[in-house]
């Protein structure tokens, strides 16, 4: 049987009640055979069968159920404050309690302003309290809505339909904030969204045409104008240019592009104009992978947000049956009048609610996830946020992570006496260099393009397995390669050169010799070398509290403490294999507590795994990585750690700023109820405004 699966967003999609609503309406529904919602990002993912129901009538479903499903790509918006419904019967409570209050104040019966108090309740409390019985319901849930319904109701029938009415409107307003307050949080995925044009002109079959970015097809070719944005993932054609990639992997300087390159979904073009092949269909670009990414880790609760929320479910009804406990008992032993007490527990039911505690971890980690993506750093869910923030210990590998992954030629050293200028030695080693694959012969052929050195014409080419090449020009035989085959093989005397080809050694650099079967002709030196700002970032590890930078590397050891030593790391462990990398993070972790292991995502596969928290470098384009990672750096920046780490503590503290405000705010307002201290009103606004001012802790997330 065929399937078919499509994500859809939708309007009023703003909470986990909404949610449950939306898996209610679609249980048993004909045809569908899997569906997911994402609450955090207004989005429900469906797995039909296309001969029993259709995408139209699924989407008709939905609206009727009162999530009406979005146009093309876009994030559902709220509706402006006058066309929302919540806020509408919000207003119209106030405006009734106003007014109840205003006639209480002049001759006319108390029916009168009774009668407003009730239907300002009724009307203000339709949304909430529909949603506290489905709760108590469907899913035998005492929620904090139940708990307000219930503190409004008595309130009202002991006599205080005032404090009734004001409960249930000062309440109603926070609950027609919520959606404004879940938009506010999709802002990092929404900007993320806006990075890809919603048009791409493409090329078919010689005729040049706009089409939506969503029907591009492996194998279009697409034309990209100067300062246009990149619709999907593509490999470039024709044209060179410069490419703003920070939008993706965070990177502050444009990179150069030319044929043969790839281009990520999201980058902005330079000055020049570009034909690009597409590599990948609009949903499976780097852009879309990042936002699905984002969305999945925003549903992945961290362990504090999961005890919160099965504190809350528990707390709710131990809440709920201590208020009834506080009304009865002291009236039926200890004399105490019933109004009194009743009144006091009907206040503490508002105090105590936690409201302010439940919301403290949510708003800042979904705030925290979509900062940090939008920065070119993800990370997969909140209990990665939380292992961050505890690393003590950073595990690297050295190729392609403190180094730059690619060999680099960095001394070029004719012999005293070479009559040949550095110029025809560099296009001689070229020239053989040309014909070879290795990665070191690669750095040699580089080095020569970048001095603008045409290789020389050799003939007769043959590679010398494990010691170099060896080819004729001008009539006799040269050869580049280890001075083991100059001195071994060739039988040449190295002594004039041993020290030097040992000091060059000593600092990390594989030296290759060029000359013939007589003499020397120059030295060559290469290294992979580190990072541009890899010192700087090593620094800033040790800064943001970072007590040791290791290396694990399988590379050999005076090789990697050359490496090691002007990196700036602690400690270096060389000549490994992937199942040593495992037993060193073991190691670290029994001594240090929570590691991180950072590699490229691939063979560091079993030591990402391993460590409390896997990162992978430079991750933009790579499927495997973002896959294999716990947290993924677009970009090939050891400062994006640097940053993902400092995200991490900074959401730790935020969050632990809320739940230490929300359980201050709690236990005052809980004994004031208790004590009589406090009216309803007084505990209404305290638990409002402790809640306002945790949603805007945790909004401060969003600034990167």
Known sequence: ??????????????????????????????????????????????????????????????????????????????????????????????????????????????????????????????????????????????????????????????????????????????????????????????????????????????????????????????????????????????????????????????????????????????????????????????????????????????????????????????????????????????????????????????????????????????????????????????????????????????????????PQVTDFIPMEGETMTEAELLALAAGIEGRSEHPLARAVVQYAADKAVSPANISAFRALSGAGARAEWRGKDVYIGSPHLFAEKLGIELAMVAERIEALQAAGKTVVLLGDTTAVYTLIAIRDNIRENGREAIDNLHKAGIQKVIMLTGDNARTAQAIAQEAGIDAVYADLKPEDKVEKVREFAAVYGHVAMVGDGVNDAPALAEATVGIAMGAAGTDVALETADVALMADDLNKLVYALNLAKRNQKVVTQNIVLSIIVISFLSIGALAGMLTLPMAVLGHEISEFIVIGSGLRMLRS
């Not at 944005?229 to 965070?250: C, F, H, K, L, R």
Request: charged letters at 20%.
């Open 1 to 406: 049987m065929s399937t078919k699966q499509l994500d859809i967003r939708v309007g009023n999609l703003d909470c986990e009640h909404d949610a449950a609503a939306i898996e209610r309406g679609l249980t048993n529904f004909p045809g569908l055979n899997q569906l997911r919602v994402y609450p955090k990002a207004a989005k429900v993912s469906l797995t039909f069968d296309p001969e029993t129901t259709s995408l139209e009538v699924l989407k008709k479903k939905l609206d009727t159920m009162g999530f009406p499903p979005q146009a093309g790509l876009s994030m559902p918006e709220q509706p402006k404050p006058w066309r929302n419904p919540k806020v509408i019967t919000a207003v119209i409570s106030g405006v009734l309690l106003v007014l109840g209050f205003l006639l209480s104040l002049t001759s006319v019966p108390d029916l009168v302003p009774l009668l407003i108090y009730i239907t300002a309740s009724l009307i203000g409390g339709y949304y909430f309290g529909r949603e506290a019985l489905e709760t108590l319901l469907y899913e035998h849930v005492i929620g904090i809505e139940l708990l307000m319904a219930i503190a409004a109701i008595v309130a009202t029938i002991m006599g205080q339909a005032a404090e009734g009415a004001m409960l249930v409107f000062l309440y109603s307003l926070s609950e027609a904030a919520e959606g404004y307050t879940e938009e506010k949080t999709r802002s990092a995925v929404k900007s993320l969204m806006d990075l890809a044009p919603k048009f791409a002109l493409v090329r078919r079959d010689g005729v040049e045409q706009e089409i939506p970015v969503e029907e591009m097809v492996v194998g279009d070719l697409f034309i990209l104008k100067p300062g246009q944005a990149v619709p999907t993932d593509g490999m470039i054609t024709t044209g060179e240019s410069s490419v703003n990639q920070a939008p993706v992997t965070g990177e502050s300087v444009p990179v150069e592009k030319e044929a043969g390159d790839v281009l990520f979904a999201g980058s902005i073009n330079g000055e020049g104009a570009l034909e690009v092949t597409a590599t990948k269909a609009f949903a499976d670009n780097t852009i879309s992978r990042i936002i699905q990414m984002v969305e999945e880790a925003q549903e992945r609760k961290g362990k504090n947000q999961r005890f919160v929320e099965r504190f809350g479910v528990r707390y709710s009804p131990a809440i709920l049956l201590f208020a009834i406990l506080f009304a009865t008992i002291p009236p039926l032993f200890f004399g105490v009048e019933w109004a009194e007490s009743i009144g006091r527990a009907t206040v503490f039911l508002v105090a105590a609610a936690p409201c302010a505690l439940v919301i403290s971890i949510p708003i800042t980690l979904v705030a925290t996830l979509g900062t940090g993506a939008r920065e070119g750093v993800l990370i997969k869910g909140g209990m990665y946020v939380e292992n961050l923030a505890k690393v003590n210990v950073v595990a690297m590998d050295k190729t392609g992570t403190i180094t730059k992954g690619e």
